[in-house]
């Protein structure tokens, strides 16, 4: 893994939001609906925090793995911009978030180290290879307990139910944004099935 460290402070009470920067990566969430609050309080967000005391959201949505240790995507976080901050907890997002995040407890964790997988890429048909990041909080989180994890008894079959979620933009053609965190139902789709669909965009993570 790929390494680096910050040492921003802490954020304030209510921040300033500066304009988006195109270079971030949207956040989408398509046929969705509200999720129930406090339904999934390891969810995070990215935040970044810049000098003239401004915030923003800093990559894709990321979950609570460790008391200490937030997971998300590589390409999400793979450039000149970098989170500085997470909030774990995320109902509302921002500038409702920064205030009362619509009753639902969060807690802000500040980032001391990123570790990118070592052979995360893109591939030369476009799609991300290894496409997982690691972010250690400076300080444990105390008031959310982290996402139960996989130890391999989940059997996973092809069409089994899952669910995304996530903050974003819920509608392509207007460019409307979600007010609360978002869940979709969506299908698993075996290793099999996508080699079949994608031929060689596809690629299997080590």
Not at 19 to 48: K, R
Not at 118 to 136: K, M, R, T
Not at 143 to 152: H, K, L, Y
Request: glycine residues 10%; contains cysteine; charged residues 20%.
């Amino acid at each position: 893994l790929r390494g680096s460290s910050s040492s921003s402070p802490p954020p304030p009470p209510v921040p300033s939001l500066p304009a988006a920067t195109s270079s971030l990566p949207q956040h989408y969430i398509i046929n969705g609906e509200d999720a129930d609050a406090g339904e999934y309080p390891w969810f995070a967000q990215a935040i970044i925090r810049f000098k003239n005391g401004g915030f923003m959201l800093g990559g894709c949505g990321a979950v609570l793995i460790a008391p200490d240790w937030i997971a998300t995507a590589a390409h999400c976080v793979d450039g000149a911009i970098q989170p500085t901050h997470f909030e774990v907890g995320t109902y509302c997002p921002p500038p409702y978030s920064f205030g009362v995040n619509c009753d639902q407890e969060r807690e802000f964790g500040k980032v001391k180290r990123r570790y990118l997988h070592e052979e995360w890429g893109i591939s030369i048909d476009g799609g991300p290879i290894n496409d997982i990041a690691l972010f250690q909080l400076e300080d444990p989180i105390e008031s959310v307990e982290p996402i139960e994890m996989d130890t391999g008894a989940m059997d996973l079959s092809h069409g089994s139910d899952l669910k995304a979620i996530g903050i974003g933009v819920t509608n392509q053609m207007t460019g409307e944004r979600a007010s609360v965190l978002q869940e979709v139902g969506m299908r698993y789709v075996s290793k099999e099935q996508c080699k079949v669909l994608f031929r060689g965009a596809f690629r299997e993570s080590h």
